[in-house]
Nanobody
Framework: QVQLVESGGGLVQPGGSLRLSCAAS????????MGWYRQAPGKERELVAD???????NYADSVKGRFTISRDYAKNTVYLQMNSLKPEDTAVYYC?????????????????WGQGTQVTVSS
């Protein structure tokens, strides 16, 4: 199995910043995509940003210019730097990773989710 552990959520005032981290571990062969999703109360889970190996990051329109996603390929870690936060950014943020894992005697695709971290933007 591949496990994702998130950190960095919390309470911040409007206009403030937070940085989320997500580290993947387990029988990883390769990770093609790592990304961040969020789910606000009463709403569906939505893509915030993702980054594919060798490609440019992809952002939801609502966060372009404010959020930056980055990856540390050596550490199998993805980060989300969130600036100029707004109350509408309040949600549980989930990390996702998709790739190949080792499951003896061969490899297979995997898609894993983190446990979620709460981000609350409020004065």
């Amino acid at each position: 199995q591949v496990q994702l552990v998130e950190s960095g959520g919390g309470l911040v005032q409007p206009g403030g910043s937070l940085r989320l981290s997500c580290a993947a571990s387990g029988s990883i062969v390769s990770i093609n995509v790592m990304g961040w999703y969020r789910q606000a109360p009463g709403k569906e889970r939505e893509l915030v940003a993702d980054i594919r190996s060798g490609d440019s990051p992809n952002y939801a329109d609502s966060v372009k210019g404010r959020f930056t996603i980055s990856r540390d390929y050596a550490k199998n870690t993805v980060y989300l730097q969130m600036n100029s936060l707004k109350p509408e950014d309040t949600a549980v943020y989930y990390c996702n990773a998709y790739g190949r894992m080792w499951q003896s005697p061969r490899t297979r695709d995997f898609s894993s989710w983190g446990q979620g971290t709460q981000v609350t933007v409020s004065s």
